[in-house]
């Protein structure tokens, strides 16, 4: 008899158009399975990346988000468990950002380390054959992991009195427009000795560059210049430029994007002059 009371009551409910919270299934606390957020990882050959439009990687080993560049992420090889395009969606995803190697920082999206130590000393001994001081930055971006440390192996100090160091290759976020209106990096710094030739090697960065601001770096009073698309070495680029004790300086990205004027100054701000005492 109580059976058939309680099935009778069940149909009577359900011709109600009201479902018995007997018959409703477990559900999770927020009701509904939500799909999987981000973008799956890329694969290519035996590496896993993320891609340009995603590039912040996580891990469910320690839920961590390593954003391009940093070198404590693990090796390409282990699969990431999603990508992100922001650290917003990263983090409600619940993953927090990793950390950095001492020394290193976030500079508008973009990791820097500290300068390797054999790089430093590369450049200081370069200022031996200039007539004027090395500019040595001690901070800059952090190189792919499959490019080589920077370093002034083929000679930092030039023909004709002159100083170059060029970085190819470092990560830039997925919307940021560098080298080639692509999210890669090339930075260059320069020296030429205050004389005759100033105007000719300047011309080399950049033909038709135009200040558009001025600025201290290190309490030098420093120039920040756009140079325009172009054919010159340096075409696109943002720059900022100092004179030093005989000499005139630069460092430049190939980017006309606004973040770029942090990056040339971070850099411009880690430089140390260095210079051999005459013997």
């Not at 990431?80 to 990263?90: I, T, V, W």
């Not at 135009?210 to 698309?229: D, M, T």
């Not at 172009?230 to 006309?256: K, N, P």
Request: hydrophobic share 40%; aromatic share 10%; proline share 10%.
């Amino acid at each position: 008899m109580r059976r058939l009371t309680v099935l009778t009551i069940l149909v009577t409910l359900g011709i109600a158009g009201i479902t018995p919270i007997l018959d409703r299934p477990a559900t999770s606390p927020a009701g509904v399975v939500k799909p999987a957020s981000g973008r799956a990882p890329v694969r290519s050959g035996n590496d896993w990346f993320c891609p340009p439009s995603s590039p912040l990687a996580t891990y469910l080993s320690g839920r961590t988000i390593f954003e391009p560049g940093n070198p404590l992420a693990p090796h390409a090889s282990v699969k990431p468990a999603r990508c992100y395009s922001n650290l917003g969606e990263a983090i409600s995803a619940g993953y927090r950002l990793a950390r950095l190697p001492p020394g290193a920082r976030y500079v508008d999206g973009i990791v820097f380390l500290p300068a390797p130590a054999t790089f430093t000393a590369a450049c200081a001994k370069s200022s031996t054959d200039l007539t004027y001081a090395a500019p040595c930055p001690t901070l800059i971006p952090s190189w792919l992991p499959t490019g080589a440390p920077p370093s002034c192996s083929f000679g930092c100090a030039k023909a004709g009195d002159r100083f170059q160091f060029q970085m190819w290759g470092f990560s830039l976020p997925a919307n940021f427009e560098g080298f080639g209106g692509q999210p890669y990096g090339h930075l260059v710094i320069g020296g030429v000795r205050v004389g005759a030739d100033l105007q000719r090697e300047l011309a080399l960065w950049c033909p038709r560059t135009h200040e558009v601001a001025r600025l201290r770096v290190n309490g030098w009073a420093a120039g920040l210049y756009r140079c325009p698309p172009g054919e010159s070495f340096l075409a696109g680029s943002t720059q900022i430029r100092w004179g030093y004790h005989g000499g005139i300086y630069g460092v430049s990205i190939q980017s006309q994007d606004a973040r770029a004027v942090d990056i040339v100054r971070a850099v411009a701000a880690s430089i140390r002059m260095r210079q051999t005492p005459a013997a």
